[in-house]
């Protein structure tokens, strides 16, 4: 199963409506945002992916009962995922996930500095992923991750 992964996309309409287009070109199955979608007009561009969209809010949701009634599947970080048999530690913000959160966890998932990234730990151990800021305000660069889950292969791009 192929899941994308975005975060910190601060209202940028346009770009959510790129990253959308591309995942379903890409034959995703899921989208998990891991917070700083910001409103509830920004949120109702993610819910037009055509499969589930879970998410987490971020430092600057600061409308959170307007994105719950967009987004149905949102709630505080951290959440722990089951997704196809991997376990996923979805949050926004890193320094929030205790270790005792991430036994037993293939990958986490967080956002919150905008640069993305993976670390990929010794055998055994989970996957960190930041797939780096869908809005692009910061670093001008509009960037999502493509998860294929049976190989835990990851893949960042740049829209």
């Known amino acids: 199963m192929k899941i994308g992964v975005v975060a910190d996309s601060h209202d940028n309409?346009?770009?959510?409506?790129?990253?959308?287009?591309?995942?379903?070109g890409r034959g995703v199955e899921r989208l998990l945002h891991a917070g700083d979608i910001v409103s509830p007009f920004a949120a109702k561009r993610l819910a037009a992916f055509a499969g589930p969209v879970t998410a987490v809010f971020?430092?600057?949701?600061?409308?959170?009962?307007?994105?719950?009634?967009v987004l149905r599947d949102i709630a505080p970080p951290p959440r722990a995922?089951?997704?196809?048999?991997?376990?996923?530690?979805?949050?926004h913000e890193r320094e929030r996930v205790?270790?005792?959160?991430?036994?037993?966890?293939?990958?986490?998932?967080?956002?919150?500095?905008?640069?993305?990234?993976v670390f990929e730990p010794e055998a055994g151990l989970h996957v960190e992923l930041n797939p780096g800021e869908l809005g692009?305000?910061?670093?001008?660069?509009?960037?999502?991750?493509?998860v294929?889950?049976?190989?835990?292969?990851?893949?960042?791009?740049e829209i």
Request: overall charge negative; some cysteine; glycine content about 12%.
């Open 58 to 69: 971020g430092n600057n949701d600061g409308e959170r009962h307007g994105l719950a009634h």
């Open 81 to 91: 995922l089951d997704i196809d048999g991997r376990r996923i530690v979805l949050t």
């Open 98 to 117: 205790t270790d005792e959160m991430l036994v037993g966890a293939d990958l986490l998932v967080f956002g919150h500095d905008h640069e993305a990234r």
């Open 13 to 24: 309409c346009p770009a959510i409506e790129e990253g959308v287009r591309y995942l379903q």
């Open 136 to 146: 692009g305000w910061l670093s001008g660069k509009k960037t999502l991750a493509v």
């Open 148 to 157: 294929e889950l049976d190989t835990m292969e990851i893949e960042i791009v």
